[in-house]
């Protein structure tokens, strides 16, 4: 029996292993020889190895690429922008009140994704209690609207993935000791030396976890603009749902997807390397 | 560089193991392991791709995955589009479901799910495509879209022996349809027409035109389909072209007049339109005939018109996929709405065309005046000056030109 125990680690690692293979791996390679295929829905696909259509992709689908990237750009500055404030006072300032304020910040996804970005359709309904509202007052005139803008987009994508870069800046803060920045301070440095020179460098990794946690997915979403934005808000992942459900051009929707896959993953290595080899799991 | 640099891992490997023999069988494959993996899965790729395909998606014999239901009992899962069937304004139910279930015993699940055709058909298509059911026993898709899946033999045949009320008041006018010659496979649900929908507190005035879903003085307030081809057709008519004539030149030309009022548009919606409508998000949008009568209960500012340019008239047919496990709760449904009576109660609510003419009777010999009144609405009984104006849609049953038309339109609606 001791022979085997080589095999033990192999083990363990079968589960996981096999939930690669099947839900990614597989996948990933039919991915693949679909968009290398052409044909129809009523004469079937062929492999014709359409490299072609890599080229092609990207020249037509271009601008809703970038329109994606600079939407998921924009969506990941902001959620930091919000979400590391609320995480470090959470962390420093939260006391007793710590799993109350986590939970407040989680208490939305007990909600389907979809019904809030729904309920941010009323909120920003153009006569909705929050626009009609201002414009009773006279803040705004009465053809101002939100919905149907890139403005409303981002916030709703900001919004549905603020969580996830809240819960890993919380995570990384905490375990920051609050004695280093009594030293830092016994050294002479002002509370914002202090934040910049130790708090910051020492929550990167939570940076790092948190962005990458709403930059993806914001690249990849459709909802939002689908329910809240217009033709001029088309992004990359409606693309590639018109082309699935309705065109039926499946080859096209997978060659976008997997290009959309690898783009991500060459901008995400770099990402890494700028940040300096964090350890990702301290 | 020394012969030794110049050999592989693998050779070194294989020399180091004759000559150390307490090389452990663990290092020599964990160095020689790497290397053929990679090897491997490099010669192996194109045939796993090849085998990653995706064959026909037409089903080979049609109505071979019948289920046999039942035989008159259990559920029926009915999907339809909003605003389809009578409903209680206070209670949200239909007197017609109701009574069908008193009457059969068979209880109905019915769904309003279709918001287009095109998004339906990708939700249903995968399973179809793999020879299962698609968690549907009848469904009510647009003429074109049944064409395209009795093409791919998506549907069942029906069993006329199961349907005397259809065969006896159906409109002489859809048997032998060119989609469906010897009416094999489909019912019609209803029919109706595209025209313009708009609030007329919003507009300032009347509208009879196409021109002004182009108008720029409704910049940000306008509202077009995301379907193809009600879409085209309006563009088609606006240019002055029959759709039903309609080439890929033509097309081209209406994708360009539609590209030019893409900045006017809101949105390009599907059945939700009716959202926007009422709550003001457009002042004006391509619409439904019957929806916007519905809508005119709560709000008596909206207008319903078919342009001068001519609209489009569309027939819902009911129909069966193949896989559905209830095909003869299917078929009583079918034939439980063909009598005059509960055809009449239907379109007094939804007003849209009705396939039984003897409906007219029952609602012009009834009591309540509204009733009366709707026997003569040109919506629910067009006279035939009205169907002169409306045009059928381009045939598109060839898929590459079908493909074409799609490409050509995706461009205008996501640019």
């Known amino acids: 029996m001791r022979r085997l125990r080589w095999l033990v680690p192999y083990l363990f690692l079968l589960p996981g292993g096999v939930w690669l293979l099947v839900f990614f791996a597989i996948p990933m390679v039919t991915m693949l020889s679909v968009s290398l295929q052409e044909g129809s829905l009523g004469a079937g696909y062929a492999l014709t190895f359409n490299f072609g259509i890599y080229p092609e992709v990207i020249e037509r689908w271009s601008t809703q690429f970038l329109?994606?990237?600079?939407?998921?750009?924009?969506?990941?500055?902001?959620?930091?922008?919000?979400?590391?404030?609320?995480?470090?006072?959470?962390?420093?300032?939260?006391?007793?009140?710590k799993n109350i304020l986590l939970l407040l910040v989680i208490l939305p996804f007990f909600t389907s994704y979809l019904i809030r970005t729904i309920s941010w359709k009323f909120i920003l309904a153009d006569n909705g209690f929050v626009l009609g509202t201002l414009k009773e007052i006279g803040l705004l005139d009465a053809g101002f609207r939100l919905l149907a803008t890139p403005v409303a987009v981002i916030s709703g994508i900001t919004y549905n993935f603020l969580p996830f870069v809240v819960l890993p800046l919380y995570v990384a803060l905490e375990k920051i000791d609050p004695r280093l920045i009594e030293a830092a301070t016994d050294l002479y440095a002002s509370r914002l030396q202090a934040f910049l020179r130790v708090t910051l460098p020492l929550s990167l990794p939570g940076v790092f976890a948190g962005s990458l946690l709403s930059f993806i997915p914001a690249v990849g979403?459709?909802?939002?603009?689908?329910?809240?934005?217009?033709?001029?808000?088309?992004?990359?992942?409606n693309v590639v749902q018109r082309l699935f459900l309705t065109n039926n051009d499946f080859p096209q929707a997978a060659a976008i997807s997997f290009l959309l896959m690898g783009g991500i993953l060459v901008g995400i290595y770099f990402y890494a390397r700028a940040l300096g080899n964090e350890e990702l799991t301290r | 560089m020394s012969q030794r640099e110049q050999e592989t891992d693998l050779e070194r490997a294989i020399a180091r193991a004759f000559a150390r023999g307490r090389y452990s069988r663990r290092a020599f494959l964990g160095r020689t392991g790497r290397g053929l993996l990679v090897a491997g899965s490099a010669l192996s790729l194109p045939s796993i791709l090849a085998a990653c395909g995706i064959g026909p998606q037409a089903s080979p014999t049609p109505g071979a995955t019948n289920g046999n239901g039942n035989g008159g009992t259990g559920t029926l899962d009915w999907a339809n589009w909003p605003f389809y069937i009578d409903q209680d304004e206070d209670t949200g139910e239909s007197d017609t479901i109701n009574q069908f279930e008193e009457e059969t015993g068979i209880?109905?699940?019915?769904?309003?799910?279709?918001?287009?055709?095109?998004?339906?058909f990708g939700t249903i298509q995968p399973s179809l495509a793999a020879g299962q059911s698609a968690g549907w026993d009848m469904i009510?898709?647009?003429?074109?879209?049944?064409?395209?899946?009795?093409?791919?033999?998506?549907?069942?045949?029906?069993?006329?022996?199961?349907?005397?009320?259809?065969?006896?008041?159906?409109?002489?006018?859809?048997?032998?349809?060119?989609?469906?010659?010897?009416?094999?496979?489909l019912v019609p649900w209803q029919s109706g027409f595209t025209g313009i929908g708009y609030n007329i507190e919003l507009t300032g005035r009347e509208i009879t035109s196409?021109?002004?879903?182009?108008?720029?003085?409704?910049?940000?307030?306008?509202?077009?389909?995301?379907?193809?081809?009600?879409t085209f057709n309006f563009a088609l008519l606006r240019n002055g072209v029959n759709p039903t004539e309609a080439t890929f030149e033509d097309a081209g030309r209406a994708a360009e007049s539609l590209l030019e009022q893409a900045p006017l548009v809101r949105n390009y919606y599907g059945n939700e339109y009716t959202d926007g409508l009422a709550n003001g998000d457009v002042a004006l949008t391509?619409?439904?005939?019957?929806?916007?009568?519905?809508?005119?209960?709560?709000?008596?500012?909206?207008?319903?018109?078919?342009?001068?340019?001519?609209?489009?008239?569309?027939?819902?047919?009911?129909?069966?996929?193949?896989?559905?496990?209830?095909?003869e709760a299917?078929?009583?449904?079918?034939?439980?709405?063909?009598?005059?009576?509960?055809?009449?109660?239907?379109?007094?609510?939804v007003q849209f065309i009705s396939p039984v003419p003897a409906a007219?009777?029952?609602?012009?010999?009834?009591?309540?005046?509204?009733?009366?009144?709707?026997?003569?609405?040109?919506?629910?009984?067009?006279?035939?000056?009205?169907?002169?104006?409306?045009?059928?849609?381009?045939?598109?049953?060839?898929?590459?030109?079908e493909a074409r038309w799609l490409e050509l339109f995706q461009g205008v609606v996501q640019g």
């Open chain 1, 67 to 97: 329109r994606s990237i600079q939407y998921g750009f924009i969506v990941t500055v902001l959620a930091l922008a919000i979400g590391y404030p609320m995480a470090y006072t959470i962390a420093f300032r939260g006391g007793r009140y």
């Open chain 1, 221 to 237: 979403d459709f909802i939002n603009a689908e329910l809240l934005g217009s033709r001029n808000t088309t992004m990359i992942g």
């Open chain 2, 107 to 120: 209880s109905v699940n019915y769904r309003e799910v279709i918001e287009d055709n095109e998004s339906f």
């Open chain 2, 140 to 185: 009510t898709p647009t003429d074109y879209m049944c064409q395209r899946l009795i093409r791919l033999g998506y549907l069942q045949e029906l069993d006329w022996s199961q349907l005397p009320n259809v065969e006896a008041n159906i409109d002489e006018v859809y048997r032998g349809r060119p989609l469906d010659p010897n009416n094999q496979y």
């Open chain 2, 210 to 230: 196409m021109d002004d879903l182009w108008n720029p003085e409704f910049e940000g307030r306008i509202g077009m389909f995301r379907e193809m081809r009600d």
């Open chain 2, 286 to 327: 391509m619409a439904w005939s019957g929806d916007v009568y519905q809508l005119q209960l709560d709000n008596p500012n909206l207008r319903f018109v078919i342009p001068d340019e001519g609209g489009n008239l569309w027939v819902d047919n009911l129909c069966i996929p193949t896989g559905a496990a209830n095909p």
């Open chain 2, 330 to 349: 299917a078929h009583q449904m079918m034939n439980f709405v063909y009598q005059p009576e509960i055809m009449a109660q239907i379109s007094s609510y």
């Open chain 2, 360 to 401: 007219r009777d029952v609602l012009a010999e009834s009591d309540d005046e509204e009733e009366q009144a709707l026997a003569e609405s040109e919506l629910i009984f067009p006279s035939e000056a009205t169907l002169d104006r409306v045009y059928g849609y381009p045939d598109l049953s060839d898929e590459a030109e």
